[in-house]
């Protein structure tokens, strides 16, 4: 299995900021996702929503973690930790945590955003290396534009609206673009739900078999919770669904 599967999870849910006067989660909320890497019951992904107080400031405490599970862990052991302390005024990052071990890939880092100056301090705890990079006004990490795109009106998505994302990883920021395909209603565990079909671009070559190679779905309501992701990847396929939620700020309807 390619390095790094369980973390496009957080790529694919990350990839718009919406800024809203309202806020559309709130905390205790809680996600867990089902990933299934070519048919094999490959691990899970979790997002929680905690509060915190960070340099004096209410902050929403986001924790993403992923893990492989069954007969993948026997040959590709995941073990991914996520932290995001979103601002909860400005809904922009404070600082994020990067904690990853897959297979022999490690990486264990933490980012100090400095908006303002529009500027992000990155420290490696391996090696206790920091590192000082340029970010445009709108950057995010993973989980805080996971969450800013919770906060967009669902009811003014319209097929063929192209969207983007400025999300800051590593040493570099990644542009993500969406499109929005439409709307269908889509069949779950839990039931069929009203869905709105989007497709974010991805770099191909690398990871994906295609930049159009990854489809997702989200529940075409207030909560815009992704349901389902498909990717082909150059070597497999990738599948993810929602496998249990709780929590919500509103209710969310499945029907038989």
Known sequence: MKKNILFFIFIVLSFLTVLNA????????????????TGLNAGFATIDVKDATLNGEKHFHIEGKGYSSGAVRVFFKVEDFYESYINSSTLKPTKFVRNVQEGGYKRNQIYYFDHANKKVKVESKKDGKVVTESIPFDAQDLLSAFYNLRNADYKKLKVGDFLSENIFL????????LKVLGRETLK?????????????????GRIFKESESV??????????????????????????????????????????
């Open 22 to 37: 309202q806020v559309n989660y709130k905390v205790g909320e809680s996600l867990k996702f089902r990933v299934h890497y």
């Open 170 to 177: 590593g040493d570099e920021t990644l542009n993500f673009r």
């Open 188 to 204: 779950t565990k839990f039931g069929k739900i009203k869905a709105i079909k989007i497709r974010p671009y991805v770099q191909s």
């Open 215 to 256: 489809t997702m779905w989200i529940s075409d309501d207030e909560n815009l919770v992704p349901l389902k992701i498909k990717a082909g990847l150059m070597v497999g396929s990738l599948n993810a669904d929602l496998n249990e939620y709780k929590n919500l700020k509103y209710p969310i309807t499945f029907t038989k």
